[in-house]
């Protein structure tokens, strides 16, 4: 084998390896997601409240109160489910419903699905 043609070999073997690592980096490539993540300056006040040895015993008292509260809770031993779920709609903010209800494109499927479900019951009472 000549000397060029081996030399041509390595350089296309050497594309096709490039083009591979460059598909993987794009894969792991989660710069979409930046703009869901919170503020640096958000991070950073956050991070100013350090944790000492007395700081983590008031705050595993006040976890464990908190705690105790909800399990005595009556709703709470009635239905653990529905009160969670209760709690969260009462605290999530109401814009942030209709946005994911948006995002995740519901109301299309909704309707899709009902096209399906009358598509196939008319295709049914045909063939009756």
Do not use: W
């Not at 979409?32 to 956050?46: D, G, R, T, Y």
């Not at 519901?106 to 009902?114: A, L, Y």
Request: glycine content about 0%.
């Amino acid at each position: 084998m000549p000397r060029y043609a081996l030399k041509v070999l390595i350089l296309v073997v050497q594309t096709k390896n490039q083009s591979r690592r460059q598909k993987k980096l794009k894969a792991y490539d989660l710069s979409a997601l930046s703009e869901f993540l919170p503020e640096p300056a958000a991070l950073e006040q956050k991070a100013e409240t350090k944790l000492n040895c007395k700081s983590r015993q008031t705050l595993v008292l006040r976890e464990t109160a908190h705690l105790k509260a909800v399990l005595n809770n009556p709703q709470f031993q009635l239905d653990p489910f529905a009160a969670i779920h209760q709690h969260l709609l009462a605290t999530q903010p109401p814009a942030a419903k209709k946005d994911d209800a948006r995002k995740h494109g519901k109301d299309s499927k909704d309707k899709r699905r009902r096209k399906k479900k009358s598509a196939s019951a008319s295709s049914q009472a045909m063939d009756i």
